[in-house]
């Protein structure tokens, strides 16, 4: 892919320099659907999920729990949900079903998992078919979906439980409990941002190389997924405020290739 030599970087930011990239003549083609997450830390295998039309994420209150969430003695959460969405939920198994996901555990498309690009890991969320009612409790386990619209990505079982695994999709509700505590991990998370999937790696490797020239105090890495090839941007200021700032200011025409924010733990 050639990249635009003029007007496609912004003005400097406050702690990095902003960034925009224009795409003229491409000489390929994006993934038209799910991109996978991004890689653990040394391990780069994410996760995807099903190609549907995205819909609209909205925000609600918290909700008391339903009554007919399957019962799980691992996955009971204490207290009330500190958070709730609303949006489009899919699934996803196979090719990713026993590799490794973003937590570094094994992905087992036949446990009560589930991958969100934000929420802690290991946070126990509810999630309910606004279609039919039925809930089911998951752990996050992966990040993901990579998909405007899409909100919460389920393992097989989790998506059979709350029939979403036939139609693919469906607008749910997602309830989050307060994550578990660990040990020097920030609270506020770690965050980073992630452009792709290329079908092409020399264009991926492309845009690394030209993002290493203007994040020079960033740390930025190519990886292939099951879809494609990734771009991932950590900046030096791994806080929310810094990552939104960044993805903010990459613009890039192709709908198939828009950076996304994630949490890294």
């Keep these: 892919m050639r990249w635009l030599a003029q007007s496609r970087w912004l003005r400097a930011a406050a702690l990095l320099p902003a960034l925009a990239l224009g795409v003229a003549g491409c000489r390929h083609k994006t993934v038209a659907y ?5 890689p653990p830390v040394q391990a780069p295998e994410e996760s995807e999920v099903r190609p549907t039309h995205p819909g609209a994420v909205e925000r609600s209150a918290p909700v008391a729990p339903s009554q007919n969430a399957p019962v799980n003695s691992e996955l009971q959460p204490e207290g009330k949900p500190v958070s709730s969405e609303v949006g489009i939920a ?10 490794k996901g973003a937590d570094g555990t094994i992905y087992d498309q036949n446990a009560m998992t589930a991958a969100h690009r934000e929420l802690p890991m290991g946070t126990i969320v509810r999630v309910t078919n606004l279609t039919n009612s039925e809930s089911v409790f998951v752990r996050i386990t992966d990040r993901g979906p990579f998909i405007d619209g899409r909100i919460i990505d389920l393992s097989l079982a989790a998506a059979k439980a709350v029939d979403i695994y036939r139609p693919g999709t469906a607008k749910v509700r997602v309830d989050a409990y307060a994550p578990p505590e660990h040990p020097g ?28 020239r203007r994040y020079t105090t960033a740390k930025v890495i190519e990886f292939t997924g099951p879809t494609g090839h990734w771009v991932r941007i950590s900046p030096k200021y791994d806080d929310k405020a810094t990552a939104r700032q960044v993805a903010e200011s990459i613009h890039i025409p192709d709908p198939g290739a828009q950076p996304y924010l994630v949490r890294l733990n």
């Design 185 to 212: 991990v920030d609270p506020g998370g770690k965050w980073c941002v992630q452009i792709g999937a290329f079908l092409d790696e020399a264009d991926a490797i492309q845009l690394k190389n030209d993002l290493i």
């Design 90 to 99: 899919s699934w996803y198994g196979p090719p990713y079903h026993n590799r």
């Design 34 to 38: 799910q991109p996978p997450p991004p």
